[in-house]
C-alpha cells in the first residue's frame, strides 16, 4: 500500500512537472508577427544585396569605401608614419594591410 502511494506521489509529481514546461513551452511560442518580421527582415537584407550588383550600387558601395577610407584618415592622422610601416611589415606575411586599399572606382553614372 505505501508503495503505491509513493508511485502515485511521483507520477503526480512527474504531471506537475510536464504542465510546468508545456507552460513554458506556449510562452516561447513563435507568433505570426515574429514570422513577419523575419521575413521583412530577411527580405531587406536580400533587397540590398540584389542592389549592390547593379551599377548604381556599384558606386554606392565604392563611396561607402571612400567614406570609410576618409574616416580611417582621420582617425590615423596624428599616428606616426613609422608605426604606420611597422604596422604594416608585422602583417604582412597574412596578405593584410594597415591602411585599407579602396575597391577600383567604378565607372561614372550618367546624371539624368
Not at 554606392?60 to 604594416?88: H, Q
Request: aromatic content about 6%; charged content about 30%.
Amino acid at each position: 500500500m505505501c508503495s503505491l502511494i509513493e508511485q502515485q506521489k511521483s507520477l503526480y509529481l512527474l504531471v506537475r512537472e510536464s504542465i510546468v514546461i508545456l507552460n513554458q513551452i506556449i510562452e516561447m511560442s513563435v507568433s505570426v508577427h515574429d514570422c513577419h518580421k523575419q521575413l521583412e527582415e530577411w527580405a531587406e537584407r536580400e533587397a540590398k544585396n540584389a542592389a549592390k550588383e547593379t551599377e548604381q550600387g556599384k558606386y554606392l558601395s565604392y563611396l561607402e569605401a571612400l567614406k570609410d577610407k576618409a574616416i580611417d584618415e582621420v582617425k590615423e592622422a596624428n599616428v606616426s608614419d613609422e608605426l604606420k610601416g611597422t604596422l604594416n611589415n608585422l602583417f604582412a606575411f597574412v596578405n593584410i594591410t594597415w591602411s585599407r586599399k579602396l575597391p577600383p572606382r567604378p565607372k561614372q553614372i550618367a546624371s539624368r
